[in-house]
């Protein structure tokens, strides 16, 4: 017995001495590295270390009005193989060749982009040659893809077995397509240069947000990244944006563009008192007739505007007292004279012109001569005085406009030294000649009559939020209480609206028998190129500007049509039937969004009751009790129900194993469910409610057979 235990204790000391020698020889290890092989040990750890590796933060959503969004970053994946990896070389590489075959089978089915012969060739090519990243596809994939791929053969045992690679970009993406893409705009393909033009490029830096940092390790033979500056991600923005609105006024602008081979046009629509623009359209014509956003025209293109500029000269002269709008002035036979070689002519010249025309006449006619006379008459021995008067009324002052590019207007003094002030500058001024406004200026200008003579700015952005907690907002800044007395407001306002409704006025087409439209017509000549009126060619550019409903403006709208090639040049007839289409539409789809509500008398507890389905008694019971209609009960799951101004009547419908209910009445949904639970196979024609069936009801059915739903 002593021999056992003397026995026990020499082997535990043996095994004790061991533990104690490796301790011992570890501690030693340890000290050697951590003195005599620590600069050896530390550059090899530099090497396997990356440091400062930049985390790029998500950038921000770009969303309309209404929450829709118009603009994200999408991440999308490039997916590799490593056929480096241990695992697929050990034992002979067994687990490679077990699998190659299966892996080219599917890969082949998945991408379809060479068949599983060509897949397996190139895949066991590359894994003899130990190739560190075999591109899988040649493009980039989703997410919801690189999910699924990640459940195939070989790659679902992960990536450390597999050598499954995934390299991670993102993409910006407008679920709308090309609504607004000008003005929402592009980023650039590399994304860390941000925006290029539009909301993205002047909201860059806060849809960009800050990158982080990280470092990356070699660890057990793969590289494993640590953040240590944890990046920020970029803020949202909300756009004023309307998705409804915008496609009703690039559909309406682009089918007139198209009808009359116009080279580009221009729409914008924007809400009277708030400033908001709902919708902006920037359409050029492309080499093959097609028509795209090119460019924001709206915004930067410094033209003259032509006739919409004589509404600026009269209320001018009217609120400087120089003239009132019912006096007369003589046009003559629409030929007039304003010195040597400075000739006027009316648009009805060749008829023989207006003759006398009150003013208020001139604007409904659009009279070159009566608007180019009075201003002359008023101005001619001051034209200070006139420019003076449209620099007051903040005419000439650039509006911070948060779309990159955005030109000012440019409106002449006669003390300006760059260019001669001719006999003839103030009549062309008057009537929208050497002057150059971009047609958003027009729009507010336009808008601020609409507006009581409030001069807002018009706005693109909302707020700015993050992580669904707003910021920052934004409102319309006022640029003019009052761009001009009351009374001439009222006597222009009467103008405009005459314009449509007057029986001589040159928008009569743009007559609505649904509500009241006020506004300009807009007809001017513009160069082609730099040569100049005479030497280069003219061109037209026609346009319509105003608001509506005229009694009680909600809508300010501008229409710009150039180089139309086809009718002839009409800013009634070409600009306003856009403007009266995105009118009506607007208001049509605006009335029909309005809930309904009915007022409750004393007759009746609850107000009408809709129509209810036949079908489910669980989701009656639940819109019954969400709208606050009367309650009902059922010792059934399946009902017909009945109503009238006060009560709602619920039937049972009999539901049966193997025969076929009634259901007429039911949604697509019920029906559908309650048949093919009877195993029946379901054929649907049109939508709405049931109104047939091919099967009647209390009829037994086999499983298998054919029934057919008829909805309406």
């Known amino acids: ?116 012969y060509e897949y397996k060739t190139e895949i066991t090519k590359a894994y003899h040659k130990g190739v560190a990243e075999y591109k899988l596809f040649p493009k980039r994939i989703s997410y919801s893809k690189l999910k699924t791929l990640r459940t195939l053969p070989l790659f679902k045992m992960g990536s450390i077995k597999s050598g499954l690679i995934t390299k991670e970009s993102f993409s910006r993406v407008r679920p709308f397509t090309t609504l607004a893409k000008r003005t929402i705009g592009d980023i650039y393909s590399d994304e860390s240069k941000g925006g290029k033009n539009g909301i993205e490029l002047y909201f860059n830096k806060i849809l960009l947000g800050k990158p982080g940092l990280s470092i990356r390790q070699k660890v057990a033979n793969r590289y494993m990244e640590t953040v240590q500056v944890e990046p920020v991600d970029g803020m949202d923005i909300t756009s004023t944006i309307d998705v409804d609105l915008q496609d009703i006024a690039e559909k309406a602008l682009v089918d007139s563009l198209r009808s009359y081979d116009a080279g580009s046009g221009y729409a914008i629509l924007m809400e009277t008192q708030s400033g908001e623009v709902k919708a902006i359209v920037n359409m050029q014509q492309n080499a093959d007739k097609s028509y795209s956003e090119n460019q924001n025209g709206s915004v930067s293109d410094q033209v003259e505007p032509g006739s919409t500029f004589k509404v600026m000269s009269l209320m001018a002269a009217i609120d400087d007292g120089k003239v009132k709008i019912t006096d007369r002035i003589e046009t003559g036979n629409g030929i007039f004279s304003f010195g040597k070689g400075a000739i006027m002519k009316d648009w009805n010249a060749n008829k023989g012109g207006f003759h006398t025309l009150t003013l208020a006449e001139a604007i409904h006619v659009s009279s070159n001569i009566g608007i180019s006379r009075a201003i002359v008459n008023a101005y001619g021995n001051n034209p200070s005085a006139f420019v003076d008067k449209l620099y007051k009324m903040k005419l000439n002052e650039k509006m911070n406009i948060e779309i990159p590019g955005t030109a000012a207007p440019r409106i002449r003094h006669p003390h300006d030294k760059v260019k001669y002030w001719s006999k003839s500058t103030l009549p062309w001024m008057s009537i929208g000649y050497e002057v150059q406004i971009p047609p958003i200026y027009t729009l507010a200008y336009f808008n601020a009559i609409a507006n009581n003579g409030k001069f807002i700015r018009p706005f693109f952005v909302k707020s700015i939020s993050k992580n669904g907690q707003i910021i920052k907002t934004f409102n319309a800044e006022v640029i003019n209480e009052a761009i001009c007395k009351q009374s001439t407001l009222r006597d222009i306002r009467e103008a405009l609206l005459g314009v449509v409704e007057g029986e001589k006025g040159t928008a009569k087409n743009v007559h609505s028998k649904y509500f009241g439209i006020a506004g300009k017509t807009g007809t001017a000549q513009i160069s082609k190129g730099a040569l100049g009126y005479k030497s280069g060619g003219t061109t037209h550019q026609v346009s319509f500007c105003g608001y509506f409903p005229a009694d009680n403006p909600q809508y300010t709208c501008i229409v710009v049509i150039r180089q139309p090639r086809i009718g002839y040049p009409s800013g009634g007839k070409m600009a306003g039937s856009v403007f009266k289409s995105i009118a009506e539409s607007t208001m049509a789809l605006k009335s029909i969004s309005k809930a309904l509500v009915y007022q409750k008398d004393s007759l009746h507890n609850y107000p009408f009751q809709p129509y209810i389905k036949t079908g489910f008694f669980k989701s009656l019971q639940t819109v019954t009790t969400e709208l606050k209609l009367p309650q009902t009960s059922a010792s059934t799951d399946w009902v017909k129900a009945f109503s009238d101004d006060t009560n709602i009547r619920l039937e049972t419908i009999a539901v049966a194993r193997n025969v076929v209910p009634d259901l007429t009445g039911m949604g697509a949904k019920d029906a559908v469910f309650l048949t093919e639970k009877m195993g029946l196979n379901v054929q649907v024609q049109g939508r709405g409610k049931l109104i047939s069936q091919s099967i009647n009801a209390g009829y037994a059915a086999a499983k298998g057979s054919s029934i057919i739903l008829k909805f309406e």
């Open 1 to 116: 017995m002593a021999d056992k235990r003397k026995n026990i204790v020499f082997r535990f000391g043996i095994v004790y001495s061991v533990i104690c020698l490796s301790f011992l020889l570890v501690l030693y290890k340890i000290v050697i590295i951590q003195t005599v092989e620590r600069r050896q040990w530390m550059a090899v750890a530099a090497k396997s270390t990356k440091k400062n590796i930049i985390v790029k933060p998500n950038r921000g959503n770009i969303y309309a009005c209404d929450g829709r969004l118009m603009a994200s970053s999408i991440p999308s994946y490039y997916v590799y193989m490593d056929l480096r990896v241990p695992a697929l070389h050990e034992k002979n590489g067994k687990l490679f060749k077990e699998n190659i075959d299966s892996v080219s089978i599917y890969l082949s089915s998945f991408f379809g982009e060479k068949t599983a």
